[in-house]
Each structure stands twice: as structure tokens, then as C-alpha cells.
């Protein structure tokens, strides 16, 4: 959900000095991730000594795994590790707490990390980095999906596509530059708080509301496609609809709340699921009409056949089962918030 307003990137005259790890707060929101929680945490501690020095706090919201034991497991190792418990639950709300709570007087700046990702060496510390050199509000970076399953694979290989996600340049783009929207990898402190941090009525598209407000208050996006994460997406039809369907609803909310216009992109979704349900409906009286769900089918099974060619691998299939379960559960909870607001601004 990104446009790119400046591919140019900036070259300050002179890089600024290195970061002090002891102004740098990572935090990585966590429920249930006791799949990806020891890769993702020995990913970000992977490089310089100094990156034992940058507390790291996992902030979980409860889960019901061995996600925490798994965390105080590592604690011997990373003496930098810690937990704190996210009663909220919500990455939104894991965020705000650890940088009201955690954040020393000398830290300046808020590393937000995924329990879904690998990471590159250094991660933590170029982030630092390059918010300081760019003078940037907020700075984000690409994600390169890759899947581990058979289905994750076909995921992966989809959704950094435009008949994915739509293309944005947080999904594999090339470029840097400042932009409007991307993946939230750190964020200057000071104007973090100015803003109030992240709306926690948001359980999802909590990164792009915040945004908006930031553009509001004068502060500037940069996206750092040098600065490169691995994202393993969800593994199942079932987590990935859950995962769509909210963040149809979080876009409907952000539509509402700011007054925003969707994307082009943002429209076909919506336009492809009222085509297949009108043309299921009418097919009832007019057979003709399930020209329009089919014609849609055929797109994806056409873009599973290309992505198992293009990858030489039969879990190339799964493509177009998982774009058109994006497709179809985002437009469907973009449509059940924007049609029947939920007044619970606390419901998930």
C-alpha cells in the first residue's frame, strides 16, 4: 500500500556519526510465534558486538505456545533479551507500551521487528543508521517473502506480484527514496511520541494510519531498499484469509477516519469479489452471468500454471489459490467495515 513520491535517493554530505547502541530500543510484538521466535531473534543479533548492547524486548500478547519459554530460554545467551507482556495483545499496542516503558532517557530511536522474518546481519544497527543519516521521520524497508511449506512457497512467489499485493515497492521493490507508506522498520522517537504512536484501535493497518497522520504533521517516509528482510508469509487458507479480512477492515477504518482515498490497486480486489458474487447470483436466472466468476478463476489458475513454470516447481499451483484468497478477504472485510462499522473500537 505504498506510491513511490521520490525514487531519488538522498546522499547527505557527510554520513552521520555511528549510532550509540544505548539510543537504539528494539521491539519485536509477538502472539503464538514459537515457529519463528529463536530464528527471528538470532537473525537481529547476527554482526557487530554492538548489537548486544540494543535492548530487545519481546512484547507478547499472550500466547497460549512456547513462544515466552523459548524467549527466556535465549536470555542466557542474549543477556539484552527481555519480555514484556502486551495485555492489548495488538502489535499497535506492543509498540506504545515498550517505548513508554522501556525506552531509556538517551534512546532516540524505536526498531520495530516481525517474528515472521529473517533478518540480515546488522539489521537493528542499519536502521539506526540510516533514520539518522536520511534525517527521516520514519524509515522503511523492502520485504522479500520467501516460503518454507509448499503453500507458503506459492504465497511468497505471488504476493510480491501485482496480482498479489498490487506491487508496492515494500514488496520487493528496488528503489529508494521517500514515499508515503511502507513496511515500518524504525522510527525517530521524537516524533513518534509527538504523534502519539500508533492508534491501538487499529488491529491492523495500524503502520499506514500512522503514516497518514505523520505526512499530517510535516514528517517524512524514507524507503531503504537497502535494508532487505526475508518475511515468510502465513502457511494455511485459513490464516491468510484471517490476516486479509483484517487488513480489509484496518483500510476501511483508515478510509473513514482520514478521509483517504483507496488506490487503484486497492479497487480491483473489491471490484473482483462483487463481479464473482453478483455473477453467482444472477447465474441464477442467467446462466451467462457465471462468466464473471469463472473469468476470474481462469486468472488465477493462468497465474498458477505461470508461477509454477517460472519457479519450476509444482508448489507454484498454490499461487493462485492464494491471491485470490487475499483478494476475496480483504475486499470482504474492506466491505464489512465500511458497510457495518464496528462501533468497538477495542474489537479485533
Same mark, same amino acid.
Given at each position: 500500500?505504498?506510491?513511490?513520491?521520490?525514487?531519488?535517493?538522498?546522499?547527505? *554530505?557527510?554520513?552521520?556519526?555511528?549510532?550509540?547502541?544505548?539510543?537504539?530500543?528494539?521491539?519485536?510484538?509477538?502472539?503464538? &510465534?514459537?515457529? %519463528?521466535? &529463536?530464528?527471528?531473534?538470532?537473525?537481529?543479533?547476527?554482526?557487530?558486538?554492538?548489537?548486544?548492547? @540494543?535492548?530487545?524486548?519481546?512484547?507478547?500478547?499472550?500466547?497460549?505456545?512456547?513462544?515466552?519459554?523459548? @524467549?527466556?530460554?535465549?536470555?542466557?545467551?542474549?543477556? !539484552?533479551?527481555?519480555?514484556? !507482556?502486551?495485555?492489548?495483545?495488538?502489535?499497535?499496542?506492543?509498540?506504545?507500551?515498550?517505548?513508554?516503558?522501556?525506552?531509556?532517557?538517551?534512546?532516540? /530511536?524505536?526498531?520495530?521487528?516481525?517474528?515472521?522474518? /529473517?533478518?540480515?546481519?546488522?539489521?537493528?544497527?542499519?536502521? *539506526?543508521? $540510516?533514520?539518522?543519516?536520511?534525517?527521516?521521520?520514519?524509515?522503511?524497508?523492502?520485504?522479500?517473502?520467501?516460503?518454507?511449506?509448499?503453500?507458503?512457497?506459492? !504465497?511468497? +512467489?505471488?504476493?510480491?506480484?501485482?496480482?498479489?499485493?498490487?506491487?508496492?515497492? %515494500?514488496?520487493?521493490?528496488?528503489?529508494?527514496?521517500?514515499?508515503?507508506?511502507? %513496511?515500518?522498520?524504525?522510527?525517530?522517537?521524537? +516524533?513518534?511520541?509527538?504523534? =502519539?504512536?500508533?492508534?491501538?484501535?487499529?488491529? %491492523?493497518? &495500524?503502520?499506514?494510519?500512522?503514516?497518514?497522520?505523520?505526512?499530517?504533521?510535516?514528517?517524512? @517516509?524514507?524507503?531503504?531498499?537497502?535494508?532487505? /528482510?526475508?518475511?515468510?508469509?502465513?502457511?494455511?487458507?485459513?490464516?491468510?484469509?484471517?490476516?486479509?479480512?483484517?487488513?480489509?477492515?484496518?483500510?476501511?477504518?483508515?478510509?473513514?477516519?482520514?478521509?483517504?482515498?483507496?488506490?487503484?490497486?486497492?479497487?480491483?480486489?473489491?471490484?473482483?469479489?462483487?463481479?464473482?458474487?453478483?455473477?453467482?447470483?444472477?447465474?441464477?436466472?442467467? @446462466?451467462?452471468?457465471?462468466?464473471?466468476?469463472?473469468?476470474?478463476?481462469?486468472?488465477?489458475?493462468?497465474? $498458477?500454471?505461470?508461477?509454477?513454470?517460472?519457479?519450476? $516447481?509444482?508448489?507454484?499451483?498454490?499461487? =493462485?489459490?492464494?491471491?485470490?484468497?487475499?483478494?476475496?478477504? +480483504?475486499?470482504?472485510?474492506?466491505?464489512? &467495515?465500511?458497510?457495518?462499522?464496528?462501533? !468497538?473500537?477495542?474489537?479485533?
Amino acid at each position: 500500500m505504498l506510491d513511490m513520491t521520490d525514487t531519488e535517493t538522498p546522499m547527505p *554530505a557527510a554520513a552521520s556519526p555511528k549510532v550509540d547502541p544505548a539510543t537504539i530500543l528494539a521491539v519485536i510484538p509477538t502472539l503464538n &510465534e514459537a515457529r %519463528h521466535i &529463536e530464528a527471528c531473534i538470532r537473525s537481529l543479533m547476527a554482526g557487530s558486538p554492538d548489537l548486544r548492547r @540494543v535492548p530487545l524486548l519481546v512484547a507478547d500478547g499472550g500466547s497460549t505456545d512456547d513462544t515466552v519459554a523459548i @524467549v527466556q530460554g535465549l536470555r542466557g545467551e542474549f543477556p !539484552n533479551l527481555g519480555v514484556l !507482556n502486551n495485555p492489548k495483545r495488538l502489535q499497535s499496542a506492543a509498540l506504545n507500551l515498550a517505548a513508554a516503558t522501556f525506552a531509556s532517557d538517551a534512546a532516540r /530511536i524505536l526498531v520495530r521487528c516481525d517474528a515472521h522474518s /529473517i533478518y540480515p546481519d546488522n539489521f537493528i544497527l542499519d536502521v *539506526a543508521q $540510516s533514520l539518522t543519516d536520511t534525517g527521516a521521520a520514519s524509515l522503511v524497508i523492502p520485504m522479500d517473502a520467501e516460503g518454507e511449506t509448499c503453500f507458503e512457497k506459492g !504465497n511468497a +512467489w505471488v504476493v510480491d506480484t501485482p496480482l498479489g499485493s498490487g506491487g508496492a515497492a %515494500h514488496r520487493g521493490g528496488k528503489a529508494s527514496g521517500w514515499v508515503d507508506h511502507g %513496511h515500518h522498520a524504525g522510527f525517530d522517537l521524537g +516524533w513518534y511520541r509527538r504523534i =502519539g504512536g500508533y492508534d491501538e484501535t487499529f488491529s %491492523h493497518n &495500524e503502520d499506514a494510519e500512522y503514516d497518514v497522520r505523520l505526512g499530517k504533521a510535516g514528517g517524512r @517516509v524514507y524507503l531503504d531498499a537497502g535494508i532487505r /528482510i526475508r518475511y515468510i508469509p502465513r502457511g494455511s487458507v485459513s490464516r491468510l484469509a484471517k490476516q486479509y479480512y483484517g487488513y480489509g477492515k484496518g483500510r476501511a477504518r483508515n478510509v473513514r477516519k482520514h478521509g483517504s482515498r483507496l488506490k487503484i490497486r486497492q479497487t480491483v480486489p473489491i471490484i473482483a469479489f462483487l463481479g464473482s458474487a453478483l455473477g453467482l447470483l444472477a447465474s441464477l436466472m442467467y @446462466v451467462p452471468a457465471l462468466l464473471l466468476p469463472l473469468g476470474y478463476v481462469s486468472i488465477l489458475a493462468a497465474a $498458477s500454471v505461470l508461477v509454477a513454470w517460472k519457479h519450476k $516447481s509444482a508448489c507454484g499451483l498454490f499461487a =493462485g489459490l492464494a491471491a485470490g484468497t487475499m483478494h476475496m478477504s +480483504w475486499a470482504a472485510g474492506f466491505l464489512r &467495515e465500511a458497510l457495518l462499522p464496528n462501533t !468497538n473500537q477495542n474489537a479485533r
